[in-house]
C-alpha cells in the first residue's frame, strides 16, 4: 500500500511539475504566460551569471517557439522576456549599466530617450524573488512590469528591437543565456 501511494505520489509530482513551466538556478519559470490577450509559450530558459554570481532566471516567451534570434528581434509580434532574481541584490545602478552595455551593442542613437524612460524604470534594488518581465505587445509598445506591477511602456518597434537584442543580438554579452533562450 505504502509503495503505491509513493508512486502515486512521485507521478503526480511530476507532471504537475512539468504542467507548471521549467525549474532555473531553483525558479520555476511557466510554460505559458500572457501578452496583452495573447499568450506566450515558453521558448527557453537559463541563468544570468555574473562571474560565478547567479543573478537571475532569465525566460524568452514567443507566440510560436523559435531558435531564429534575427527573426525573433525583427518580429512585430507579442514577446516577453522574464527574469526571476536569485541573487540577494541587484542595485538599479547595476541594472542600468547592464542594459546600457547591451544597448551599446546595436546601434541605438535614434533611441536616446527611450532608453532614458526606460532606465528611469529601475529605481529600486532587484531583489531575490522578485519577477521583472519585459513585454512586448505590437501597437503598444515594450512594457516593463516589476513584480507584476506596470512600471511604463514604450512605444515603437525599433525600441523592442532594441530591447530584446540585449539578449538575442549578436553581439550580446550573455550568449550562454541567449543560447538557452533559443532553446539550444
Known sequence: MRKTFLIVFIIAFVFTSIAWGLKIGGKVLPDKMKAGENELLLNGAGLRKKLIIKVYAGALYLMQKSSDANKIIEADEPMAVK??????????????????????????????????????????????????????????????????????????????????????????????????????
Open 83 to 184: 527574469m526571476h532574481f536569485i541573487y540577494k541584490a541587484v542595485s538599479p545602478e547595476k541594472l542600468i549599466e547592464a542594459w546600457n552595455t547591451g544597448f551599446g551593442k546595436s546601434d541605438t542613437s535614434n533611441l536616446q530617450e527611450e532608453i532614458k524612460s526606460f532606465n528611469s524604470y529601475f529605481t529600486e534594488d532587484a531583489k531575490k524573488d522578485d519577477i521583472y518581465d519585459i513585454i512586448y505587445v505590437p501597437e503598444e509598445g515594450t512594457s516593463v512590469y516589476m513584480n507584476n506591477e506596470l512600471k511604463g511602456t514604450i512605444p515603437g518597434l525599433e525600441f523592442k528591437k532594441a530591447v530584446f537584442s540585449i539578449w538575442l543580438g549578436e553581439r550580446t554579452e550573455l550568449p550562454k543565456l541567449k543560447k538557452a533562450m533559443l532553446g539550444e
